[in-house]
């Protein structure tokens, strides 16, 4: 875990913190730490660094990413290089296109007559 996140992380963080979302940031699960995580939408957000096109680095990230959506989380990956507001607005697209719409009421808004 680290005690000073990248730039990226911090500019990230500003952006989410004034959401509705209850995102936590550097979440220990399993034997990982993620850069972002929000239990409620069981996703993770990520931001990756030049070092993760090593083919090394990107075949632990596949590891990583298999392990953390065996446990029911989506996982989204943005580089460093984007910008915190795109990057929210991408998440904000993405959970409201996963939220299921509650069914309209009956017509009348009371009980249905028969």
């Not at 090394?56 to 065996?70: K, M, P, Q």
Request: charged fraction near 30%; charge should be negative; aromatic fraction near 8%.
């Amino acid at each position: 875990m680290r005690r000073v996140p990248t730039y990226a992380e911090r500019d990230l963080w500003k952006v989410l913190r004034k959401t509705d979302l209850h995102f936590r940031r550097q979440v220990p699960l399993g034997s990982y730490i993620v850069d972002f995580a929000c239990h409620d939408a069981r996703l993770i957000v990520e931001l990756d660094g030049g070092i993760h096109d090593l083919p090394s680095v990107a075949a632990r990230d596949l590891d990583r990413e298999a392990w953390l959506t065996g446990r029911g989380y989506r996982v989204m990956r943005f580089s460093n290089n984007e910008h915190p507001e795109d990057v929210v607005r991408v998440i904000l697209e993405r959970i409201s296109a996963d939220t299921p719409t509650p069914d309209p009421s009956p017509q009348g808004g009371g009980e249905q007559k028969e």
